[in-house]
């Protein structure tokens, strides 16, 4: 059995979980449309600054919810903060914004593992 400090030793990647829910899956999907447009634009910056991978996925729902979960995984604390900027950006650019609740949570990652070999 592995021990859980050996698998974090060194590693204090930072993650960030966010859940937007959307008034309609319309709004949902030109959320997701604008992003596609514009994020080819800024991920050379995010790796730079320490965005090592970010997924977004579409939550099913039986409750007529329309969401969507991003997990954004940084090398470290550091990093996710020097992205703030970055975001704070590409809301700028965003000049109408699509009405949503968004709900953010941080943490560190305790353990991954990762069938995919990069």
């Not at 991978?53 to 954004?72: D, V």
């Amino acid at each position: 059995m592995c021990n859980l400090n050996s698998i974090t030793k060194g590693k204090e990647m930072q993650i960030n979980v966010t859940i937007q829910t959307f008034k309609t899956e319309n709004e949902l999907e030109l959320s997701v449309m604008r992003w596609d447009k514009i994020k080819n634009e800024f991920m050379p910056r995010f790796q730079k600054m320490g965005l090592t991978r970010y997924t977004t996925c579409k939550i099913l729902s039986e409750q007529n919810k329309f969401q969507l979960s991003h997990i954004f995984e940084y090398k470290d604390s550091i990093s996710a903060k020097n992205c703030i900027e970055i975001w704070s950006e590409i809301e700028k650019k965003w000049s109408e914004k699509i009405e949503n609740k968004t709900t953010s949570f941080r943490g560190k990652m305790l353990d991954r593992f990762n069938y995919e070999r990069d």
